[in-house]
């Protein structure tokens, strides 16, 4: 007995010992971006003339491994890993490897999505490196993997049940047995091969459907960050699990917060909500843990991402996405002028059908984004990330800093605005009427450019002007017909 809460109270330490919860983000840098399934060599090249200038801290990347070649190429295809060999249809380890250097100079540190719970499914004979495989007998010689590296096979039937969620077949994917050492290495090896390619961290993609156990056991030999990228010694991996708990489920997320930060999806539910409506702005005033959120800094937070978007994960009605663009700038830039939680933004390609893959050349090969004169994307792809309403809150967010959220103000209803010390000030109209008020900003006197209808150019701005007096008050219109329900200042847009 006593040796047994021995033996747990070491294994805690350990755990604490080496738990991440730090993204590792250049100082003064925030806001992390996910360029869902764009190209090493586009990423390098986003991160050098756009990520890094417009201050983005991050970039999340579609998984780096081997996966199964379905025939219609559908998106989802990189969730069936064949091997760990780094060549998808982003590119090869060569070309992912310079991605990770070329970002890591400008600034922007690079985040994979690892999946390990498990591998292809039936039907997944081939590999975007050239692997075979036959799942049907659970036989992956590229790893290698025989079957004995795999749970029984079963379907995840009840999420009322941990041992079927975690011992079962999520949607027919071979599942691994992470409490087996040949797994457990396999896995080690290969994150520590992409911490020493300079990335700075991991989400891990299914984190419900694998043991806390395990994975505190592989999360404890992670290696430190390659200080050879700029990185300070003794840095760990941030690591963001995906695990989503909105209630009503036998599986917490508080049983993996204390290993790293997990995906709030109750975030993106409960944004999604207030934006359409459903839920007064007003009530927006407590954001954060009181929402049933994990603690500010386990928590990864987002408006949509690449499942929900989609109605895939937990994708519901609810859901923000680019397609409802006025109520998505708006949740976004609510998310980035916010005090609260790591937020990621989403960067998408078009889509009708949920399965559709990326914009191709070819029907097989990924096709590049292009670039209109208002830095805006074509040929397929969405880049939200490149829409000024939602880059400039990013800028927004580094020049409040740490500041703390003050002069709360609303109307009872769905006009609201609140400062980030004297160093930012944002004020929201989702009324169904226009909003004129004189409010308190917290800032010092003067002009400054509204940096969601324009941009400061010097000394002028392209948008709205907005004139804080020496008491600190301005005077805030937002129509309700205007293209955005949103005004945003900061200290570094002043005239
Ligand atoms: C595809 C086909 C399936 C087919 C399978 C095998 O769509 O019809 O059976 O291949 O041939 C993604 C896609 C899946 C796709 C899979 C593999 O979304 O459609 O299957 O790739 O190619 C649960 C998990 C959560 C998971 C979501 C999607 O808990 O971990 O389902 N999300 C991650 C990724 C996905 C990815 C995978 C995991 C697999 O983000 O992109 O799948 O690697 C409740 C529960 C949730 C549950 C949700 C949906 O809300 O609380 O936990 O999410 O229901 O079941
Ligand atoms: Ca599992």
């Known amino acids: ?229 700029g990185f300070s010694s003794g840095a760990k991996p941030y690591i963001f699990q995906e695990v989503i708990d909105l209630g009503g489920e036998a599986i917490k997320k508080s049983e993996y917060t204390g290993m790293g930060a997990v995906t709030e999806f109750r975030h993106s539910d409960s944004i999604g909500k207030v934006f359409r409506g459903k839920d007064k702005l007003r009530y927006l005033n407590n954001w954060g843990t009181s929402w049933g959120f994990a603690a500010s800094d386990r928590s990864l937070v987002f408006v949509d991402n690449h499942d929900n978007q989609r109605g895939h994960g937990a994708g519901g009605a609810d859901v923000l996405t680019y397609k409802v663009p006025k109520q998505y700038k708006m949740a976004s830039a609510f998310m980035l002028a916010h005090p609260f939680g790591t937020p990621r933004v989403m960067s998408s390609f078009a889509f009708s059908n949920p399965d559709q893959g990326p914009p191709t050349t070819d029907g097989q090969n990924i096709a590049s984004p292009r670039f209109n004169s208002d830095k805006s994307c074509s040929g397929g792809w969405v880049c939200e990330h490149r829409w000024r309403q939602i880059y400039n809150m990013v800028g927004f967010r580094n020049a409040v800093g740490t500041a703390q959220l003050q002069n709360w103000w609303d109307n009872g209803s769905n006009q609201i605005s609140f400062s980030r010390g004297n160093r930012g000030f944002v004020a929201f109209n989702n009324d169904n009427y226009d909003m004129n008020s004189s409010l308190q900003t917290g800032l010092p006197a003067g002009s400054y450019c509204d940096v969601i209808s324009g941009q400061k150019n010097g000394s002028s701005c392209s948008g709205k002007t907005i004139v804080v007096g020496s008491d600190g008050r301005a005077n805030i219109s937002i129509r309700k017909a205007e293209e955005d329900g949103v005004v945003a200042i900061h200290i570094n847009a002043k005239l």
């Open 1 to 229: 007995m006593f040796l047994t809460k021995g033996l747990i109270c070491i294994a805690f330490l350990a755990l604490l010992a080496n738990a991440q919860f730090s993204p590792n983000y250049v100082n003064g840098r925030n806001g992390m971006v996910h360029l869902f399934e764009w190209k090493w060599d586009d990423i390098a090249a986003e991160c050098e003339n756009f990520l890094g200038p417009y201050g983005f801290a991050g970039v999340q990347v579609s998984p780096v491994n081997e996966n199964a070649v379905i025939n219609s190429r559908p998106w989802w295809e990189r969730y069936q890993p064949i091997s760990y060999k780094l060549t998808t249809r982003s590119g090869n380890e060569q070309q992912f490897a310079s991605m990770v250097r070329r970002c890591n100079n400008a600034g922007v540190r690079t985040y994979v999505d690892v999946v390990f719970n498990h591998m292809a499914a039936n039907g997944g004979t081939r590999g975007t490196g050239g692997s075979t495989a036959d799942p049907g007998s659970k036989s992956f010689p590229a790893v290698p993997f025989s079957a004995l590296d795999f749970n029984p096979t079963c379907g995840i039937t009840n999420y009322n049940d941990p041992a079927n969620v975690r011992n079962c077949e999520l949607v027919g994917l071979r599942d691994l047995n992470q409490g087996n050492s040949w797994v457990r290495d396999r896995i080690v090896d290969f994150l520590n091969h992409l911490t020493d390619l300079g990335v700075a961290g991991f989400r891990v993609d299914a984190a419900k459907h694998m043991w806390p156990g395990d994975l505190a056991a592989i999360y404890g030999r992670l290696k430190n960050l390659n200080t050879g990228h």
